[in-house]
C-alpha cells in the first residue's frame, strides 16, 4: 500500500514549515517531503557574506521570534539555517528527508505525489519548492561564445575564489549589488544593470518592503489604485556591505552590453570589457515542474492562484513563490499569514469532504 497523508507539503524551507505550523494547530494530518538532505532549503547555499535584510525580530515564522545573532543586527544565512533547523524541531515537524517530489498526478478523489523513493497518495498538496532551484539566465548574444567562467547567484560563495580576476557582474537587484559589492575590493569589477541602478534610502531595511508589499494588497483587493508596492521604492537594499562599496565610489554600474565575445563584453559603441568570469544576477523563477503534470501553467509560466489556492485544482495550493501566492510570501515574516489561510482553507476543504 502506497503511504498516504491527509495533506502532502512539497518542500521543507521556510514555507514548507511555515504551513507545517499551521496545519498541525488545526490538528491536519500531513508530511513534509523536502529534497534536501539537511533543515535550511536555500539558505544553505547562499555566499557566505550574505546577511538578511531585516533584524531578526522581523524575519520570524509564525510562532517563533528569531532570536538576535550576537553582535549582528541583520543576521547571516548561517544564523537563519540554526532558526530553521529549531523551528522544524520545536513543532515536531514531521520532515521527510531526502525525498524529491517528481510529479503530482490527479487520481481520483486524490492527488498522487511521486517522488524518486516512492509514491505518496494526499488528499491535498502544499507546493513549497521555492525558487532557488530554479535559476534565470537571460538570453544574450554570444552567450555560447565567451571562453571564461560563467555561472549564477546560486553558484557564487566568495570574492577569494575571483581575487585579481576581471570580474563582470551582471543584474540590479539585491543579489547583483551584493555581490559586486562583496568582489568590488580585490576584482577588476564590471557591474552592468538593466537600468541605472536604484538604491532605497540608507535607512529603509527590509522592513519597509514588508509593509509596502502588504498596502499594495490591501489596496489591491480593496479595488484601489496600485501603490506599485516594493517596486515603487526602488531594486537595491542598501545593506551595510552595499552602502560602504558605493561610499567608496566602487560601486557605479555600466548599461547592459550588447553582445558577449570570447574574451568579454562589447557595448554598441564599440566599449569593450574583458574579462575571467561572467556572474549572472539576473534572478529566478518558480520552481515548479514538479506540478507539470496538472497542467495549470498560463502563459507566463505562473499558475493562476485565488489567494494560495490554484484556481484550477482546489486541492493544490502554492506557498512562498512571490507575491502572487500572498504579500512578501517569499520572505521569513510575509510566509505566515498566507501559510494559515491556506492550512485553514485546506483544513475546511478536508473537512467537507468527511462531511
Ligand atoms: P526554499 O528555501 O528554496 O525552500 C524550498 C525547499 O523545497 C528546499 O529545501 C528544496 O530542496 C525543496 N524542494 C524544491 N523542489 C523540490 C521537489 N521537487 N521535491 C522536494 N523538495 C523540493 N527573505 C527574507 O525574508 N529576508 C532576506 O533578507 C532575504 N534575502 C534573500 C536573499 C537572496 C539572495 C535570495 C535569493 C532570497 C532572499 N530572501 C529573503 C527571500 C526568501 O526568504 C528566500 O528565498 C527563501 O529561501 C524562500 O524560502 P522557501 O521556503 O520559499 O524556498
Redo the contacts with the bound molecule.
Keep these: 500500500m502506497t503511504p498516504r497523508a491527509d495533506v502532502v507539503v ?8 511555515a504551513a507545517g505550523y499551521h496545519l498541525r494547530r488545526l490538528g491536519v494530518d500531513f508530511v513534509i ?4 538532505s539537511t533543515p ?4 544553505q547555499h ?2 557566505d557574506s ?5 533584524p531578526a525580530a522581523f ?1 520570524s515564522l509564525p510562532g517563533r521570534l528569531m532570536p538576535a545573532q550576537p553582535e549582528e543586527e ?1 543576521p547571516d544565512a548561517v544564523h537563519v539555517v540554526a532558526y530553521l533547523r529549531d523551528y522544524e524541531k520545536r513543532y515536531e515537524l514531521d520532515v521527510r528527508r531526502t ?4 510529479g503530482v498526478h490527479r487520481d481520483g478523489q486524490l492527488l498522487r505525489v511521486e ?1 524518486d523513493s516512492g509514491t505518496w497518495h494526499a488528499r491535498a498538496v502544499i507546493s ?6 530554479h535559476p534565470f539566465l537571460p538570453a544574450v548574444p554570444g552567450r555560447g561564445h565567451f571562453g571564461g567562467r560563467q555561472l549564477h ?1 546560486v553558484e557564487y560563495r566568495r570574492p577569494q575564489d575571483f581575487a585579481g580576476r576581471r570580474v563582470i557582474v551582471v543584474g540590479g537587484g ?2 547583483g549589488a ?1 555581490i559586486a559589492a562583496d568582489l568590488a575590493y580585490d576584482t577588476e569589477l564590471t557591474w552592468v544593470t538593466q537600468r541605472p541602478p536604484r538604491f532605497l534610502a540608507d535607512d529603509i531595511d ?1 522592513r519597509a518592503l514588508f509593509d509596502a508589499a502588504t498596502a499594495r494588497r490591501r489596496a489591491l483587493d480593496a479595488g484601489r489604485t496600485d501603490t506599485g508596492g516594493v517596486a515603487s521604492l526602488g531594486d537595491i537594499v542598501a545593506v551595510p556591505p552595499v552602502r560602504a562599496a558605493r561610499d567608496a565610489g566602487l560601486l557605479t554600474a555600466a548599461p547592459i552590453f550588447t553582445r558577449l565575445t570570447r574574451g568579454g563584453a562589447e557595448w554598441a559603441d564599440g566599449t569593450r570589457a574583458e574579462a575571467d568570469a561572467i556572474i549572472w544576477c539576473t534572478g ?1 523563477r518558480p ?1 515548479l ?2 506540478l507539470a503534470p496538472l497542467q495549470l501553467r498560463g502563459p507566463r509560466g505562473h499558475i493562476a492562484t485565488a489567494g494560495t489556492r490554484a484556481q484550477d485544482e482546489p486541492r493544490l495550493h502554492l ?3 512571490g507575491d502572487w501566492t500572498g504579500p ?1 510570501s ?6 505566515g499569514r498566507p501559510a494559515r489561510d491556506a492550512a485553514r482553507e485546506i483544513a475546511a476543504l478536508l473537512d467537507a469532504r468527511h462531511g
Design positions: 512539497i518542500g521543507g524551507g521556510q514555507a514548507g514549515l517531503l523536502d529534497a534536501q535550511g532549503g536555500a539558505w547562499t555566499w550574505l546577511h538578511l535584510f531585516s524575519s541583520y525525498v524529491r517530489v517528481l517522488t513549497a519548492t521555492g525558487t532557488w532551484w547567484t539585491n543579489s551584493q527590509g529566478f520552481a515542474s514538479h506557498l512562498g513563490y512578501a517569499a520572505t521569513l515574516i510575509g510566509v
